[in-house]
């Protein structure tokens, strides 16, 4: 049997950077494991055009993954796989899973799974299996006959049978012992063809870098977050397994950089020391890492990030937010600004780089709010600030404040990314006009400080990749056009 895992292109205007989708290389992990031949199909880094690439490896299963705005792009992927093979396509990733129906429903669809996908996957892997060896015609609409039972029990699995009836099957427990899965299998992707998701070495380009996830889940709930879609469950693999796979990361693959990929990875505060002090004692504590999404300020004690500084942690990204204690305490982030002053006080003090999220356009803000979220980011002053204008997300609190109480301005999901300039959405007295004037000024305010401006250009790195620097600068304050042409070009290319 063979099954074949797709990534739909979608670059984000700002960015060319790539990275293999760690999602992907789990399901393809596990369906290796399993004895099926795998084929991981990237298509932001492939030539082969995706109906070739069916032709040639002839899977008898497909699954593609999507996140919002990756959406449409999996729907066309779908067609087109369609167009050339009977067989069953299934989508899984935030998207699908919190929205089912919207795409179960399409008749390019089959199956959609909701949340983690490795159980299920595999399960229904297993059933076209059967449904192959006892049939040898089949058809993915086999699959889905009223009358057959096959996919009645599968938890965590959406799909419409033929008669038109929606079945949304409970959801899938979480996976319980993250030890028990393989390592993410990279070596079906091309990996001489990314980048890095966050350089923590000098060089953009070039540099060996792998991400990994030590833990799964948040058991926070933040409004504006779609971590709510995933299971609330935070579980976390043991300190030997990660150093398992970090070594292997390191030693076999010859990683250079690794990117943390956790939500939250600091929860259990024991564990992550212990991880530090095995990666000490290993001595892998000679390639840089990084914290891609942040740890929780408020368990980032000055013992524990001296501890990581010296396992190798370079960089650590902490979510603030907002400014504003009023607008913090209404995204239930559960952390005050005295405490994040801290954190970041102590990331500096043990020699370590940080990165500040911001968000400006949260509901509930003014213009008195959004100035006290860029004065907030001056004074902790990380080395790189991230300001993104809210984009609610379905399936967050957010999004459901919004449309009950606020005025949408999207109605195209590929348009749900945050960094392309445009406002998301009004609500009361916060126009768009005000949320994308405060957004440009927040980048404006930050970085073109003095001493900001000075110690950019005292960093090596940023001589190394000053093209790109400058690139990414222009494209995130004058970004349409260059999106316009970006959708056009792939739309095209689909459409050929
Ligand atoms: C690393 C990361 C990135 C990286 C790399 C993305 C990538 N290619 O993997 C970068 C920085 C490029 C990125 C960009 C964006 N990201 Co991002 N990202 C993440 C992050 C932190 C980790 C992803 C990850 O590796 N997860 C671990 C793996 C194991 O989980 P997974 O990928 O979800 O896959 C599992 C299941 O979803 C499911 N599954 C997934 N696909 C499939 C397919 C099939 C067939 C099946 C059966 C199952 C299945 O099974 C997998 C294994 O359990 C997540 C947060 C998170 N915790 O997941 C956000 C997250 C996925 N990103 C998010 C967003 C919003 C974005 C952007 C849109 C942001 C922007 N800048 O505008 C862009 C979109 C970029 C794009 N090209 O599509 C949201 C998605 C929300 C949504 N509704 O879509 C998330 C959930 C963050 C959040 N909490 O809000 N991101
Ligand atoms: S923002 Fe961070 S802490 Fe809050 S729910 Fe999302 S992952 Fe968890």
């Known amino acids: 049997m063979r099954v074949m895992l797709v990534n739909p292109k979608f670059r984000l205007p700002i960015d060319t950077r790539t990275t293999p989708h760690l999602g992907l290389a ?61 067989i069953p396509v299934v989508l899984g990733g935030p998207h699908v899973s919190v929205l089912p129906a919207e795409s179960a429903r399409r008749p390019e669809v089959d199956i959609v799974v ?66 028990t899965l393989p390592w993410p299998a990279y070596h079906l992707f091309k990996m001489d063809r990314y980048t890095n998701l966050q350089p923590a070495t000098d060089a953009v380009d070039g540099a060996k870098s792998f991400s990994i996830m030590t833990s ?26 990660v150093l398992a796979e970090w070594r292997h990361l390191v030693e076999e693959l010859g990683a250079e950089e690794i990117g943390v990929l956790d939500d939250s990875a600091n929860i259990d505060v024991k564990r992550l ?10 001595r892998l504590n000679h390639v840089p890492w990084i914290f891609v999404n942040g740890i929780r300020a408020n368990l980032a004690t000055k013992d524990l990030l001296q501890t990581l500084k010296d396992a190798g942690l370079k960089r650590t990204a902490f979510g603030v937010e907002t400014g504003d204690p009023d607008v913090l305490l209404s995204i239930d982030k559960k952390i005050d600004h005295d405490t994040i002053r801290r954190a970041f006080k102590n990331a500096k003090a043990v020699g370590l780089e940080t990165i500040g999220f911001f968000i400006i356009g949260l509901p509930g803000e003014t213009e008195e709010s959004m100035n006290r979220t860029i ?3 001056c004074e902790v002053d990380p080395m790189i600030a991230n300001f993104s204008m809210m984009t609610p997300y379905p399936g967050t609190k957010v ?4 449309k009950q109480q606020g005025r949408l301005l999207l109605d195209d999901w590929e348009d749900y990314v945050f960094f392309d300039g445009r406002a998301r ?18 980048y404006r305010r930050f970085y073109l400080r003095p001493h900001r401006i000075a110690q950019i250009l005292l960093r090596k790195d940023f001589w190394v990749n000053w093209r790109r620097t400058f690139r990414m600068a222009w494209k995130t304050l004058f970004p349409k056009k260059e999106k316009t042409e970006l959708r056009q070009a792939i739309e095209a290319e689909y459409s050929a």
């Open 114 to 179: 909701r949340g983690e996908g490795e159980p299920a996957w595999l399960k229904l892997c297993q059933i076209v299996e059967r449904h192959k060896q006892a049939n040898p015609g089949f058809v993915a609409a086999d699959l889905l006959a009223p009358e057959n039972p096959a996919l009645t029990g599968l938890l965590g699995i959406s799909y419409f049978t033929t008669d038109g009836k929606e079945h949304l099957n409970p959801d899938h427990p979480p996976v319980a012992d993250l030890d």
């Open 399 to 402: 999004y459901e404040i919004v």
């Open 26 to 86: 789990y399901l393809g992990a596990v369906s290796e494991e399993a004895g099926y031949e795998t084929l991981i199909f990237d298509a932001d880094v492939e030539d082969e055009p995706l109906t070739e690439a069916i032709k040639r490896f002839r899977p008898d299963m497909v699954g593609i993954t999507t996140n919002t705005p990756q959406v449409k792009q999996a729907w066309r992927t779908a067609q087109a796989i369609k167009s050339i093979a009977d």
């Open 216 to 241: 799964r889940g948040c058991p926070y709930r933040c409004t504006f977050c779609s971590q709510s879609i995933m299971p609330i469950k935070w579980r976390a693999r043991s300190p030997e397994n």
């Open 375 to 377: 004065k907030f980011a």
């Open 273 to 282: 020391g212990r991880i530090a002090d095995l990666l000490i004692e290993n």
């Open 425 to 442: 959405y009004e609500m009361g007295d916060m126009t768009a006009e005000l949320i994308e004037r405060k957004w440009k000024e927040a």
